[in-house]
């Protein structure tokens, strides 16, 4: 499985982003696709997962703000990021986990100015 994601960018406080996250390649029938951060001098953290059965978990410090999502048709997750903030600036990077596989997808840059 190879992964591509896209969508960081520069955005104001409060502002939205959407990051996209395409799948190629085999890919098993039960998948955990999430999105993790690492802002500078930090580890790196998981900021949403979403498994085909169903289940998403979220990080505390987005719940009511972000939303994963997956549409299997396209083997894309996307990351819908409301109401950002400065804390939320990192590398955003997206993970495919199955019972075979992790594979990890290039970071995207999400900035947000105060």
């Known amino acids: 499985v190879q992964l591509q994601a896209s969508g960081g960018g520069l955005v104001q406080a409060g502002g939205s982003l959407t990051l996209s996250c395409a799948a190629s390649g085999n890919k098993a029938g039960i998948n955990i696709m999430g999105w993790y951060r690492q802002a500078t001098g930090k580890q790196r953290e998981s900021v949403a997962t979403?498994?085909?059965?169903?289940?998403?978990n979220y990080a505390d410090s987005v719940k009511g703000r972000f939303t994963i999502s997956r549409d299997n048709a396209k083997n894309t997750a996307y990351l819908q990021m409301n109401s950002l903030k400065p804390d939320d600036t990192a590398v955003y990077y997206c993970?495919?986990?199955?019972?075979?596989?992790?594979?990890w997808g290039q970071g995207t840059l999400v900035t947000v100015s105060s």
């Open positions: 979403a498994a085909t059965g169903g289940t998403i």
């Open positions: 993970k495919y986990v199955d019972r075979w596989d992790v594979q």
